[in-house]
């Protein structure tokens, strides 16, 4: 008789594919935090640039 490993092996790929999506998917997580935090630091940063540059032309007219 043969030996029909195509089930197992069939598995075996499900659950390699199954574990590479749950860390592409952690990962997309992760880096989706981190730049909405720098986007989000970089707007605090230009809006204080912008401030003190209006400051800056204030001081200047009086």
Do not use: P, R
Not at 20 to 46: A, G, P, Q, R, W
Request: glycine residues 2%; hydrophobic residues 45%; charged residues 20%.
């Amino acid at each position: 008789m043969l030996n029909d490993d195509s089930g197992q092996i069939s598995m075996e790929l499900i659950l390699l594919m199954a574990c590479i999506i749950m860390v592409v998917i952690c990962s997309i997580s992760f880096y989706m935090d981190y730049l909405e935090n720098f986007v989000s630091e970089i707007n605090n940063t230009e809006v204080n640039q912008l401030k003190y540059k209006i400051d800056k032309i204030n001081n200047l007219i009086k």
